[in-house]
Every structure is written in structure tokens, then in C-alpha cells.
């Protein structure tokens, strides 16, 4: 394996700022449906249930994608790549605003989906290329800062913008910051700050399956696929109808549930702030199995709720939770095979997506016949057994 450019250190910081805005833009383009299912139910005719295929669309993509641009990664510079796929999601993400029909608009985010696929997973592996792994949770929660306002700005922005410019506008809006982040990594791109690590091998699918097929034969990194699958279902299918649920519950207008739901970003920025302590304290065991009781209760609040209000509240928790499960397992797969670390990160995303599709399509149908108390009590206990099961596995692979 070949590598160019400037080592680790403060210069290649920047780099790593800038892809945190790119991720800023992915994880936006991920949530901004949140908030504007029932708006987009109206308009088409249809329910939340069935508006949600642009969630599962747009995850679909997400996740089928990975498997082309892990390898890609690897042969031609992970920031490369980034930057090509980045340039199609920003046309296509302000393209959405244009759509006559759910077809159209779920054909949209199915692009906007493959295209912004690239960024995060090849943005994780990157890092995992510059930094030891004794310091790699501490900058992937740095890193992770961006994510979580681009999910912030997907929530409450989508949530206020539509209320005042109607959901076209919030997808015009987030093509521009595309569009503007997007001329920053292409600068950067031709700088020499940025680390090019390369597979001398040229890509052949046959080479592609056996690699993939050989990390997943791997005991551990079989186990971290598994559990990340079940988190994308669990977590990710399960917060896709909070917006719908409290729009159907307290008939608030959507401005007010975009606030709300920004609960759960602001969870993972409290994670963020205590993420030193936190994992010094509770290390990667303690983390999976405190992050799952937060996510059960979370949800259990949602239940329950004696006033529309107390959901900030709940969505914190489901935030802080995610994010002490999630950066763990982020961790894990970026040394599942250090010496393609594209492919495996990209390969554990793609079990993270397919998981969130699943779930938001699986979840989609039982909503429509047994309501939202159900699922998110479901939801809740699932991943509080999965925080158990996978903090076993820590500690037998720790012994």
C-alpha cells in the first residue's frame, strides 16, 4: 500500500474539518425528510406510512453504494472520491425540490442516496489512515460535530423553512450548502495537505467479493456488522415517525416539531462534549450498554408523554444514547481491516443502511395497523438487549 502526502498532524486537521462539513451535508440530506412526511402525505394523497418510501429510498441507495466506493476509496484516494461523488449529490439534492410526484421525488433521493453515500463511510476510513487507534474515538466524535449539526440543520430547518416556504424550498436551501461546501473540498483536494493512502491492485469485482466475503468471515468484524444492521433498523426506523407521530398526536405545526426533534442532535452534541470523560470512564463495554438503556428510555418517554414538550426531553436521550453506541461501533470497524480500510468501513455502512431501510420500511407497515406506541416501545427494548449482547462480545474480545 502506497501512501503520499504530508503525515498526521495539525496541517492535515483541515482536511478532516472540511470533510465534517461534508458531513454536515450528508447527514442533513439523511433527516431533512423527518419533518415533512405528513406535509408531503398531504400534498401526494397518501399516508406518513407510504411518504416514508423517501426515507427508505434514500437509505436504499445509501447503503447499496458502499460496496462500489469502499473499493474506489482504496484504488483512488478516499478525499478523491468524496469530492467526485459529492459534485452528483449536490445536483441532485436541489433537483428534489422540482419533483410532480412521490415517484419522482423518491426516484430523486434514491440518486441524492448514492451519491452522498461516499461521504461519510470514506471520511471514517480516512481518519482511521491518519490516526492511532488509541486516539481514534476522540476525533471521530470531533468529526462527528459536523453529522450531528448537519442533522440538527435537517431537523429544525426542515421543519421551519417548510412551515414558511413549503418542503421544495428546504431542498433548495440544502443544494446550496452542498453546492458551497462541495467548491471548499475541491480546493482543498488540490492541496497538499490532504493524505492520498492507495492500493497499487486495479479493481476487479472477483478481487472485491473476496474481500468483503473475507472480512465478514472474521468473528469480531462479523459481530460489528451485525450489531450496526440492528442499530439501523432499531434506532434509525424507529425516530423516522417521531415528526409524524407528534404532528398526528398534538397537531403541532412543523416549525415546533423540527425544535423538537432537534432533541436528538442535541444529544449527540452533549455526547460530543463528554465524550473524553465518557470514554475514559465507562470504555467501549460501558459505552454500548449505557447507550442502549438511554435509547429504551427515550423511547419509553415518547410513550408516555404528559405534554408535547417533554419529546426534546425523550429525543435527547435517543441522541446521546446513538451516539454512545454508535461511535463505538464506529471505532471497531475502522480496524476491521486496516490495510483496505475503505472497503470495511464502506461495507459497514452498507449493513447500517440496509438496517435503516428495512426498518423505516418494515416499521412503515406496522404503523399504519398497530399505531406508534408499539414500535417505539419495541424499538426501545431491542436495543437495549442489542447494548447487552454487544458489550459481551467487547469484553470477550478484550480478554
Known amino acids: 500500500m502506497g501512501a503520499t502526502g504530508d503525515a498526521a498532524g495539525p496541517a492535515s486537521m483541515r ?14 440530506a439523511m433527516r431533512v425528510s423527518d419533518p415533512l412526511l405528513p406535509e408531503i402525505a398531504s400534498e401526494f394523497a397518501t399516508t406518513p406510512g407510504n411518504a416514508s418510501v423517501i ?3 434514500f437509505a436504499l441507495a445509501y447503503g447499496i453504494f458502499q460496496v462500489a466506493y469502499g473499493p474506489l476509496g482504496d484504488r483512488f484516494g478516499k478525499y478523491r472520491v468524496i469530492v467526485f461523488a459529492i ?36 471520511s471514517l ?19 462527528m460535530t459536523g453529522t450531528i449539526l ?6 429544525v ?44 491492485n486495479p479493481i476487479r469485482p472477483s478481487r472485491v467479493l473476496a474481500q468483503y466475503l473475507g472480512i465478514m468471515k472474521q468473528r469480531h468484524p462479523r459481530r460489528v456488522l451485525i450489531a450496526v444492521f440492528i442499530e439501523g433498523f432499531l434506532l434509525y426506523g424507529g425516530v423516522t415517525y417521531i415528526g409524524a407521530f407528534l404532528r398526528f398526536t398534538y397537531a403541532i405545526d412543523y416549525g415546533t416539531i423540527g425544535v423538537m426533534l432537534a432533541g436528538f442532535g442535541a444529544g449527540g452534541l452533549l455526547y460530543i462534549l463528554l465524550s473524553r470523560p465518557v470514554i475514559r470512564r465507562l470504555g467501549e463495554s460501558g459505552m454500548v450498554q449505557a447507550g442502549g438503556a438511554c435509547v429504551l428510555f427515550g423511547f419509553a418517554v415518547m410513550t408516555v408523554l404528559p405534554a408535547w414538550q417533554i419529546s426534546s426531553l425523550a429525543n435527547v436521550l435517543l441522541g446521546f444514547g446513538f451516539f454512545l453506541v454508535h461511535n463505538t461501533l464506529q471505532a471497531n470497524a475502522t480496524q476491521m481491516a486496516p490495510d483496505a480500510r475503505g472497503s470495511a468501513v464502506s461495507l459497514f455502512a452498507f449493513f447500517l443502511f440496509m438496517g435503516q431501510a428495512s426498518g423505516i420500511a418494515a416499521l412503515g407497515l406496522v404503523l399504519d395497523r398497530a399505531g406508534y406506541g408499539p414500535i417505539f416501545l419495541f424499538c426501545g427494548v431491542a436495543m437495549m438487549a442489542l447494548g447487552l449482547w454487544f458489550a459481551r462480545m467487547l469484553r470477550q474480545v478484550a480478554r
Open 15 to 28: 482536511p478532516v474539518v472540511l470533510l465534517s462539513m461534508a458531513g454536515f451535508c450528508s447527514m442533513a
Open 55 to 57: 426515507g427508505t429510498a
Open 157 to 200: 430547518a426542515g421543519g421551519i423553512i417548510m412551515e414558511f416556504a413549503g418542503w421544495r424550498a428546504v431542498f433548495l436551501v440544502l443544494g446550496g450548502a452542498y453546492a458551497l461546501i462541495t467548491a471548499l473540498l475541491i480546493v482543498e483536494l488540490r492541496s497538499q495537505r490532504v493524505v492520498h493512502r492507495l492500493l497499487p
Open 150 to 155: 448537519g442533522l440538527l440543520f435537517g431537523q
Open 87 to 122: 459534485v452528483g449529490a449536490t445536483a441532485a439534492v436541489a433537483a428534489t425540490a422540482l419533483a410532480g410526484s412521490l415517484l419522482m421525488l423518491s426516484s430523486l433521493r434514491f440518486v441524492a442516496g448514492a451519491a452522498t453515500a461516499a461521504v461519510i463511510p470514506l
Open 125 to 143: 476510513a480516512y481518519i482511521g489512515d491518519i490516526t492511532a487507534y488509541e486516539h481514534r474515538q476522540a476525533v471521530l466524535a470531533r468529526y
